[in-house]
């Protein structure tokens, strides 16, 4: 790949690749299943690109046209919902980034010939919170996983209701581990 000027790599410049990269690392399109503008509701996010497998790994892109001036609100809701979560920015943002985020975030330098150089790897969240997980997901998923843990739910329940039985019933590991299998059966523009 040819060498580009730093004025020209933004957001798109740097998702083609990244999607890219992430699929040589994951090949197995059985076991991961990658899914870009991941929305979460509570609070409100979204992230560029969500790697799902065994588990939730966010990859949030800031290029040299972006500031990090939005992590201030992105950081508490991807810090609540996703296993792992890194960064994926240029040498403009690295100094700045790294006071910024929590110290298990991942930095993922994008190169100007187009490579990657992970210079902090993540490293695994340990406060998720189940019910911002749940809430991600429509109510005929949440019916999806209430199935596979042996919960019954009303499919005609309200969300937040369908979302108290199963965080009530179900340990937070496992209601983790089927809600991820769940947003893994999504197509990728049901993201």
Request: proline residues 5%.
């Amino acid at each position: 790949m040819t060498e580009i000027s730093t004025a020209a790599i933004n957001d798109a410049f740097i998702r083609a690749p990244l999607l890219q990269w992430l699929r040589a690392l994951h090949p197995d399109s059985l076991d991961a299943r990658l899914l870009e503008e991941f929305k979460m509701p509570r609070p409100s996010a979204r992230i560029d690109v969500a790697l799902v497998n065994g588990e939730m790994t966010g990859f949030e892109i800031k290029s040299d046209r972006d500031t990090l001036t939005r992590l201030s609100l992105q950081i508490p809701a991807f810090s609540k919902f996703f296993d792992r979560v890194s960064l994926v920015t240029t040498t403009k943002h690295v100094a700045e980034a790294r006071v910024k985020i929590p110290r298990w975030w991942g930095i993922i330098i994008f190169r100007e010939d187009g490579s990657f150089d992970v210079t902090r790897a993540s490293k695994r969240n340990a406060k998720i919170d189940a019910a911002s997980l749940l809430f991600a997901l429509s109510k005929a998923e949440l019916v999806s996983v209430a199935r596979a843990a042996g919960v019954s739910i009303p499919s005609a329940s309200k969300k937040d209701a369908m979302v108290e039985t199963l965080a009530l019933s179900v340990q937070q590991p496992l209601l983790c581990k089927f809600a991820r299998e769940v947003i893994k059966l999504r197509s990728p523009s049901a993201s």
